[in-house]
């Protein structure tokens, strides 16, 4: 199954030697970007040292062992995550009966659609009393497993306190266990903890790796696989967002935009934009997806094979000029100003209007 995971060679190999010399850390931190693979690594690696099959490629995933992991129902598999207050009780129970039923919700989106994020409605974090109820299980014995894996995830969203209650098992785990934390903002790890975890870094992910991915596992057409794939910028949970329907939604908008830029239609642009508001998630895709445009604005005579919207050939053939070439260098800072202008809370409206603007700029001779 560890084929399975794409673009992140490095880290398998490292964690398979580990496995073959059973020279197996206590505790990992598995760090890197959203969308790179980190949590589907951690679990096979779990899995992997569980596995019940005699094949050299474990996990197998089809064994009793494989299969009580996937879904999550592995009596030595512990798995923490940042949530709202649970009001747990001294037995592990959730009291609350909202939380509970937003805690089951997050599992079954990260056993079904892992790509997705999940958001829970209040602030999460993860809470003194499952560091506390986590410690106290490790004190148990062993069910069934070879090794008992813990996966922490967003390590970083332990406050100081908590991050220390946590410290000594850390340290000292109990035996046959593997505790690997993962983590997006390795600056927000308290040194206490990463001295005491081997870091394993995950890279971003290839754009031929996330193209590949999109068109094999996701039945994405090449067209938009490749575009998707440039947008994310090597994040999986991104490019598949920018796939599916909301992706080509985002490739109509950017090429109407560009449409009635070409047309100077701007009473028709500003109507539009009073009338449908734009989620700054969608205005981010958007910039994007227009720097994918401009892109293909200088390809169109250059290297007319090149261009990711070759459906939209014609279209760019008609509306690039000779000064193209030479104005697309600004247009391309001013989609990157845009996108910090975003990130700084100035607001959507007015930054939909400059960009309608510079997009003048650029069509207009
Ligand atoms: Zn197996």
């Not at 794939?229 to 598949?240: D, Q």
């Amino acid at each position: 199954m560890f084929r399975r995971i794409k673009g992140q060679q490095q880290v398998i190999d490292l964690l398979q030697h580990a496995t073959e010399q059973q020279r197996i850390a206590q505790a990992y931190l598995f760090h890197g970007g959203d969308g790179v693979g980190k949590f589907m690594t951690a679990l096979y690696f779990g899995m992997a040292l569980n596995c019940l099959s005699s094949s050299e490629y474990r996990p197998c995933g089809v064994c009793a062992s494989c299969h009580k992991f996937l879904s999550f129902e592995h009596p030595d598999f512990m798995y923490l995550f940042p949530t709202v207050n649970l009001k747990l009780s001294s037995d592990g129970e959730i009291k609350d009966a909202d939380a509970m039923r937003q805690y089951e919700a997050y599992l079954k989106n990260k056993i079904e659609s892992p790509w997705q994020d999940f958001f829970f409605s209040g602030s999460t974090e993860i809470r003194k009393e499952s560091i506390s109820l986590l410690i106290k299980r490790l004190e148990y014995s062993i069910h069934e497993a070879k090794y008992r894996v813990v996966i922490i995830e967003n390590a970083d969203m332990m406050n100081t306190q908590t991050a220390n209650a946590f410290l000594k098992t850390l340290e000292e785990p109990p035996p046959n266990t593997l505790i690997i934390l993962i983590t997006e903002k390795l600056p927000q790890i308290l040194p206490t903890i990463l001295s005491r975890c081997q870091p394993v870094y995950f890279k971003p992910l290839a754009q031929s790796v996330v193209q590949e991915i999109l068109f094999e596992d996701f039945q994405v057409d090449t067209v938009l696989a490749k575009s998707a794939a440039r947008i994310s910028g090597g994040n999986l949970k991104t490019a598949i967002r920018v796939a599916n329907d909301a992706g080509y939604s985002t490739r109509d908008k950017a090429f109407e935009l560009l449409n009635m830029a070409y047309e100077k239609a701007n009473l028709e642009y500003i109507s539009q934009i009073s009338k449908h508001k734009t989620s700054t998630d969608a205005l981010r895709d958007l910039l994007a997806y227009l720097g994918i445009i401009a892109n293909d604005l200088a390809l169109i005579h250059l290297a007319p094979n090149e261009v990711t919207n070759l459906d939209k050939s014609e279209f760019l053939r008609e509306v690039s000029h000779h000064n193209i070439p030479d104005r697309i260098p600004d247009y391309l800072l001013a989609l990157d100003d845009f996108s910090r202008k975003l990130d700084g809370n100035v607001n959507p409206t007015l930054i939909q209007l400059s960009l309608f603007l510079a997009t003048c700029d650029l069509l207009n001779l």
